[in-house]
T-cell receptor, first 114, second 110 residues
Framework: NAGVMQNPRHLVRRRGQEARLRCSPM?????VYWYRQLPEEGLKFMVY????????ESGMPKERFSAEFPKEGPSILRIQQVVRGDSAAYFC????????????FGPGTRLTVT | DAKTTQPNSMESNEEEPVHLPCNHS???????IHWYRQLPSQGPEYVIH???SNVNNRMASLAIAEDRKSSTLILHRATLRDAAVYYC???????????FGKGTSLLVTP
């Protein structure tokens, strides 16, 4: 029973490049959440998606960040024109439909912007 | 959002019980108390949650004060693998934007 998968685990980008982070939820889970963790801080909610729908993106920066969860394939968090302040660990979580508060997290992608 | 207050850090000896406190004096009637933990370099892991009554599962126990203004996560026998940051989070059952604060960093020594 595979858990939440994220790839890559580590990603290095130069300023101005694009970063694409992927998340495959647990089998049977249709709800996906993305969180960001800056160094020495707790996780901050970014966005909540269901298949082909963005439910809540109130935690996403207004520019350069976007997320999708297509009908087929993993959820993607995309950061365009990365800046040094985007360096962080990005975690994806998934939950069953009727228990959104019980989230299962992936191992995270650690993004470093040089 | 109702806030929680946890000590920054705690230390325990291996195989001893650990009591991790959490204060949440502004908790609302629909807020459940959730605990997650994050081991080094890993994603958070769900531990336990409860509303009013004490709860037990294979990982831990959750003791909730009668007035619900505080709770305690109990690890009955700490192991070195329990060294992690423990987060106490308030959220309704329909809520999903988990609010991770700084948590309590638990150090377990042999």
């Amino acid at each position: 029973n595979a858990g939440v998968m994220q790839n890559p685990r580590h990603l290095v980008r130069r300023r101005g490049q694009e970063a694409r982070l992927r998340c495959s939820p647990m089998k049977g889970h249709s709800h996906v959440y993305w969180y960001r963790q800056l160094p020495e801080e707790g996780l901050k909610f970014m966005v909540y998606l269901q298949k082909e729908n963005i439910i809540d993106e109130s935690g996403m920066p207004k520019e350069r960040f976007s997320a999708e969860f297509p009908k087929e394939g993993p959820s993607i968090l995309r950061i365009q024109q990365v800046v040094r302040g985007d360096s962080a660990a990005y975690f994806c979580a998934s939950s069953p439909r009727d228990v959104p508060h019980e989230q299962y997290f992936g191992p995270g992608t650690r993004l470093t912007v040089t | 959002d109702a806030k929680t207050t946890q000590p920054n850090s705690m230390e325990s000896n291996e195989e001893e019980p650990v009591h991790l406190p959490c204060n949440h004096s502004t908790i609302s009637g629909t807020d459940y108390i959730h605990w997650y933990r994050q081991l080094p370099s890993q994603g958070p892991e769900y531990v336990i949650h409860g509303l009013t009554s004490n709860v037990n599962n294979r990982m831990a126990s959750l003791a909730i004060a009668e007035d619900r203004k505080s709770s305690t996560l109990i690890l009955h026998r700490a192991t070195l693998r329990d060294a992690a940051v423990y987060y106490c989070i308030l959220e309704s059952l329909a809520g999903y934007a988990l609010n991770f604060g700084k948590g309590t960093s638990l150090l377990v020594t042999p």
